[in-house]
């Protein structure tokens, strides 16, 4: 069962062109975690959102976590060929008497074309 | 300072041999992360540490084994290596950034099981 489902699995868009991505579960999250990924590289963080229905804003990148934290979206603005990468959105729970654990969506393969 | 080490970057096994996958941090982090990572399957953790001296089990552990006996390494031994333990392999350290726990990651390990 995946937790996290992240939609599209691909895109592939023109330079200057607007897109979103989702994140979707059934499950809360106590925050969540999008993370950039460039070909034969780790994931770098890109931002956390932690409280219901909270907006943040990284230069043309747009993050929203959902009013009920179950559900987030990436939106970019005027892609350009820099942004092209795999993007991952991680969600954060704790487990009754676990430690603090995070799951991962499969991702979302952007390839943004000059 | 070099974050998150993993070493080798590429490696070639034959079914049935062993080999240990290195990662250090210069961070002082406690948690440390393996997670594997196969196409369109997004991340998946194998194994995790608290601290020196304490590892767990993650999702996926069949047929690897970890130990940490400093803070800075924790090492990945994959015993007698089948096909299907292809795949890239990321180590990861857990630290604190704007109030939250993050991930910081190496480069990946690619390794190959033929």
């Known amino acids: 069962t995946q937790l996290l489902e992240q939609s599209p699995q691909f895109l592939s868009i023109q330079e200057g062109e607007n897109l979103t991505v989702y994140c979707n579960s059934s499950?809360?999250?106590?925050?969540l975690q999008w993370y950039r990924q460039e070909p034969g590289e780790g994931p770098v963080l890109l931002v956390t959102?932690?409280?219901?229905?909270e907006v943040k804003k990284l230069k043309r990148l747009t993050f929203q976590f959902g009013d009920a934290r179950k559900d987030s979206s990436l939106h970019i603005t005027a892609a350009q060929p820099g942004d092209t990468g795999l993007y991952l959105c991680a969600g954060v729970k704790w487990p009754q008497g676990g430690s603090e654990k995070l799951v991962f969506g499969k991702g979302t393969k952007l390839t943004v074309n000059p | 300072n070099a974050g998150v080490t993993q070493t080798p970057k590429f490696r070639i096994l034959k079914i049935g041999q062993s080999m240990t996958l290195q990662c250090a941090q210069d961070?002082?982090?406690?948690?440390m992360y393996w997670y594997r990572q196969d196409p369109g399957m997004g991340l998946k953790l194998i194994y995790y540490?608290?601290?020196?001296?304490?590892?767990d089990k993650g999702e996926v552990p069949n047929g690897y084994n970890v130990s940490r006996s400093t803070t800075e390494d924790f090492p990945l031994r994959l015993e007698l290596a089948a096909p299907s333990q292809t795949s890239v392999y990321f180590c990861?350290?857990?630290?604190?950034?704007?109030?939250?726990?993050?991930?910081?990651f190496g480069a990946g390990s690619r390794l190959t099981v033929l």
């Open positions: 540490s608290v601290g020196a001296g304490i590892t």
């Open positions: 959102v932690v409280t219901g229905g």
């Open positions: 961070m002082n982090h406690n948690y």
């Open positions: 499950s809360v999250f106590s925050s």
């Open positions: 990861a350290s857990r630290g604190r950034a704007s109030g939250a726990n993050v991930l910081t």
